[in-house]
């Protein structure tokens, strides 16, 4: 047995099931190994390294396992990069194994010798390993595992080329010797008894109790349930916990900031006591005032406790124990008159989005083909958004409900993982429908190209249903509001401006199905298509770039200052802006008197 055979074997019996990866020499002992195991774990094989990093990260998001991800030395380890670093910020378990060129020529500035200790020292910095012997496995590679699982993040394992070959010896019970084993137990830490109580006291004192939860309470969802309806509280979410807790529940406000809803961000106006569990959610202007509420925060993680809000108690422990020690202590509120507050502007909420995403568009709103989708989604579908306009139409006009699940790069917030990661879903969910919402950007970024991942793939899959529905508006849209309404700039088409591809044409190219939707009577039945499709499915839907993303915060002062900064390149004589944008952004304002104006409408003129 050599090196690389034990390191496949020890990554079975850690019960690693598949591997997402690119080949490259300094691997070779690795990939000769795999032929030796029969391809066990599975080899999955992307067309970039920085993708199998993202399937990786996507896998482990949506299966509750360690990701693992392999590449060669220099390059390869260097693309992985970006798909680790979203994988650390997210707080997902990924190890990274990538080959170094042999020990031999170290420090000889060798070809594709690249200093691999020292570059991976931030993205890996909990655990990174360079293994030079054959007795440092199986520990290595049980501390990158363990360390992954315990921390919820990012290890690495370098093994150059040669260890590879050699013949494994295992520790012996002698000195220097580190020898190690299988397994780790779930943490289910929980506060003293003590500190429980202060929290208790907290939120009993509270009348207008407010809770948002991130990705750490996923697993506490019957309990956060129980919570809401003994404080009479209201549930805010931050972006990677959209899928913690259904949206069909009455007092669900959805997602919270920039991409947030508008009664999320009144719940936090509004209150006087908040109590976040399981989210690290990074905007503070978002919060309640320093001086408005008394606030409790619970997160498993010690360095991520009493970030954020001037918090009165922090608890250490996990969500759904700690939960679970809180509720004997609290005094049932009654449902007055906060409650049905809550309840009733989340209600208006959802006639407002059905409203916004019925305003006519050239060809075709935005909000509309998200909105019509909502209705038709699978209860255990598994959705993606990537980075850009497409993420507000997912915080905004998805309800999740089931055993619906739902990602995408929340604190990165680097373009281009959408495809990949409904990839990494259906290797960990190969029975279940997948589906990525991407801009055209990440579309031509990397999407297309995974597109043949996919095509290599999707026989292996019970149900080969994956979706991939790309918002084609031929612009950099996101970035183009930003520049908008923080610049005061219309567009600069040099950077914002994309051409038009045929993404369904190419899907077909490969084997795949798809098809393009230019009018709005369309869009139901392409989703119904893709929906029912016996193979992976691309929608190219051509979009408005002129439906602004206005956060729910804005005023309408806010927003006509963006509308100045487009009519300013009306005059202009290279056409940068088209004519009838300003009237199409102000049918977005709050208290447009155009379409869709109705009571609730009027109703938010008189009160704002």
């Not at 093994?159 to 013949?167: S, T």
């Not at 972006?239 to 529940?249: M, N, T, V």
């Amino acid at each position: 047995m050599k090196v690389s055979d034990y390191v496949l074997q020890r990554l079975r019996e850690w019960e690693v099931d598949h591997v997402f990866a690119y080949a490259g020499d300094g691997i070779n002992g690795l990939l000769a190994a795999w032929g030796r195991a029969d391809d066990k774990p599975k080899f999955v094989q992307s067309r970039h390294e920085e993708m199998s990093a993202f399937e990786a990260v996507g896998y482990a998001k949506f299966s509750g396992k360690v990701g693992v991800c392999a590449a060669t030395s220099g390059p390869g380890a260097i693309h992985l990069l970006n798909g680790l670093y979203d994988a650390k910020l997210d707080h997902v378990p990924v190890v990274a194994i990538v080959g170094q060129t042999n020990r031999s020529a170290m420090g000889g500035s060798y070809q594709q010798e690249v200093d691999l200790l020292s570059l991976y020292k931030d993205v890996a910095s909990e655990f990174c390993e360079m293994v030079t012997v054959p007795e440092q496995l199986p520990n290595v590679i049980d501390r990158a595992m363990r360390t992954a699982y315990l921390k919820r993040t990012v290890t690495a394992v370098i093994i150059p080329a040669d260890v590879q070959e050699l013949d494994y010896s295992a520790p012996t019970h002698a000195f220097k010797m580190v020898p190690s084993s299988l397994g780790v137990s779930a943490v289910s830490a929980v506060p003293a008894d003590e500190d429980i109580a202060r929290a208790a006291e907290v939120l009993n004192a509270g009348e207008k109790v407010a809770i948002l939860i991130g990705q750490g309470a996923r697993g506490a969802r019957a309990e956060v349930e129980k919570l809401a309806d003994v404080l009479g509280a209201g549930v805010a979410k931050a972006l990677l916990g959209k899928d913690a807790l259904p949206d069909d529940l009455p007092y669900v406000t959805g997602s919270i900031g920039l991409l947030g809803t508008r009664p999320s961000y009144e719940l936090m106006q509004d209150c006087d006591t908040l109590l976040v569990v399981g989210s690290s959610f990074p905007y503070a202007q978002f919060m309640p005032e320093f001086d408005q509420a008394r606030a409790v925060q619970i997160d498993i993680d010690p360095s991520m406790i009493g970030l954020r809000y001037p918090f009165e108690v922090n608890l250490v422990g996990d969500a759904r124990t700690t939960l679970t020690a809180l509720l004997p202590k609290l005094k049932r509120k009654k449902h007055g008159s906060w409650r049905k507050k809550i309840e009733k502007d989340t209600a208006r909420w959802w006639d407002v989005m059905e409203r916004r995403a019925g305003v006519e568009a050239d060809p075709i709103n935005p909000e509309y083909v998200v909105h019509a989708l909502d209705a038709l989604l699978p209860d255990d579908v598994i959705l993606a958004a990537d980075s850009g306009s497409a993420a507000n139409w997912y915080a905004r006009h998805l309800r999740i409900r089931g055993r619906m699940r739902g990602s995408l790069s929340g604190t990165l917030a680097t373009m281009g993982p959408g495809v990949p990661y409904v990839i990494g879903a259906k290797f960990a969910h190969p029975g279940r429908p997948a589906l990525a919402i991407v801009g055209d950007g990440a579309m031509q970024m990397n999407g297309m190209a995974e597109l043949i991942t996919a095509a290599k793939y999707w026989h292996e899959w019970e149900d080969p249903r994956l979706i991939v529905a790309v918002l084609n508006n031929q612009d950099l849209n996101q970035v183009t509001w930003e520049m908008r309404a923080m610049s005061g700039a219309p567009q600069f088409l040099p950077s914002q401006s994309l051409p038009d591809v045929p993404y369904a044409d190419f899907a077909r190219s490969i084997g795949l199905d798809g098809v393009r939707v230019e009018k709005p009577g369309e869009v139901e039945a392409a989703w119904h298509r893709a929906l029912g499709a016996d193979r992976p499915f691309v929608i190219d839907f051509r979009t408005d770039p002129n439906v602004p993303p206005i956060p729910p915060h804005a005023t309408r002062e806010q927003a006509e200052a963006v509308v100045s900064a487009i009519v300013k390149g009306d005059s202009d004589s290279t056409g940068i802006v088209k004519q009838g944008i300003k009237a199409k952004v102000q049918e977005f304002l709050p208290g447009h008197k155009g379409r869709g104006d109705g009571p609730h409408a009027r109703e938010e003129r008189n009160g704002r």
